[in-house]
């Protein structure tokens, strides 16, 4: 009986069930992807212009992005609180807004909803948090992966809660609404307590390529069937029970990565003791705090003397000659031939706070980079209802569902490449940034020429690119800027989504939208005469029909996709030395 509890409380302990749930509450935990089918039955319901959709889809963002409160109290609360705060807002928000819309509260100002519609999808900052914080800091060799797929699985949620939606066959398009408030909060309660950064070893072991290669076939597999019921319902008209099934087939996939703790646990041979003490020990012990500040004095010196190409040569070569140049210094201070003088903050590579990180040059390039690539993504992302139905579709669930797709893809692409480029390579991690962000540039560029199939294109090239930036941009920030203030620098760099949106949807897209159909309107005035046109005027001003409703605003963001393409190459030219000492000997 003892070693059945030995065996849960290992099994409850194991940062591969703590990672297998945090992978389970991103995928419901994304929630502002379904805004964009959501946000035609608001309009509807609620009487508004295109303008005052894109003024929600912009509280939507800020919610999603404005996590300061989140990266801070990860710092000072457990994570089960963190993620308390989370459902109580998800759930809250959500569900005043679902009344509303309803009627079962009266119709309320513009501003109500949005305050609805911030504190709902503010609680994805809490779910975020929690979860990245405690996986990075269980796999700290292995981050890259780890939110790549963490990551991947919140921008999937969308296609994963509207297929569970479609199962529930509810009869009103409101119910979504209402799902979203109830579903990730009964998931996020039920695995509160698991989620947390657990203690024990956590360098790389041999059983981790298994088990990484086990979670990125179930992500394949996750997004083939996705892809693949998207294309039956939208070819074939299949029966509820059918889409039920579908459904039930999808809930089992997601939980099969529980495996992976089960073997390990239950069904794998234990580590001796001895051999856990020698792996841990593989790690250098810290060093005293004046041995840590007279090493730091000198390393200061031979950053500011040693010439650039040291940092372009061999791991091995490079290391003797810092070793030869630091030897100089240290008999040089001894002498009094120089006056060594006291390092002024950290170097990047080091841990920062986030004061700190905001002093840096490469922290706002990275941050102005996110701002013109992810807010182009973003903006796609919200009027996705729109642009479907100006170019003739009614149904947009299925790009919806597509665009979360590669988003997933995107995400754990973007996380598994930008690995390759820095273990492999040693090339710094924004380069995998900078190529993704061509990527989304096609994507844009392709819609606004009005080639066949733009909408196609659009949501897979935008969902592939968005998604990468949000598996590479946290990752690259826990390198060069360290892990003490992870949660805070995250949750910063999350601002550059709203701060697009703003802009990008909230003036230039919804602006150019509204102008062209304020301009058909009148076209219609002139081509039917007064009275029908009175009728025309009061249904149908507001809505554009064609691809020139976005197609100028998709040529706009593609050129500033380019324009952040630059940016991040040039974080990838001021930072090639950080990673060339951070994984220079990686490939050898």
Known sequence: MMRVYDKLNEFYSNRWLVFVCAMWIQSCAGVGYLFGSISPVIKSTMGYTQRDVAILGVAKDLGDAIGFVAGCLCEV?????????????NFLGYALLWLIVI?????????????????????????????????VQNFPKSRGPVVGILKGFAGLSGAILSQIYLMINASSEASLIFMIAVGPSIVVIALMFIVRPVGGHKQIRASDGLSFSFIYSICLLLAAYILGILLVEDLVDISQTVITLFAVILI?????????????????????????SLLAGQQKPEPSKSEQDGTEVILSEVEDEKPEEVDLLPASERQKRIAQLQAKLFQAAAEGAVRVKRKKGPRRGEDFTLLQALKKADFWLIFLSLVLSAGSGVTVIDNLGQICESIGYNDSSIFVSMISIWNFLGRVGGGYLSEIAVRKFSLPRPVAMAIFQVVMAIGLFYYAMGFPGEIYVLTVLTGLGYGAQWAIVPASASELFGLKSFGALYNFLTLASPAGSLIFSGVIASGIYDYYADKQAALGKLALGSMLSISLQDDDSLSCSGNICYSLTFGILSGLCIVAMVLSLVVVYRTRSVYAQLYGNSGS
């Open 77 to 89: 609360l457990p994570i089960w609180a963190l993620l308390a705060i989370g459902v109580v807002q």
């Open 103 to 135: 009627g079962v509260l009266p119709s309320l100002p513009l501003w109500v909803l949005c305050i609805c519609v911030f504190v709902g999808t503010n609680g994805e900052t809490y779910f975020n948090t929690a979860a990245l914080v405690s996986c």
């Open 252 to 276: 089992i996939v997601i939980l099969l990565p529980v495996t992976i703790p089960v073997l390990l646990v239950f069904f794998s041979e234990q580590i001796p003791s001895s051999e856990e």
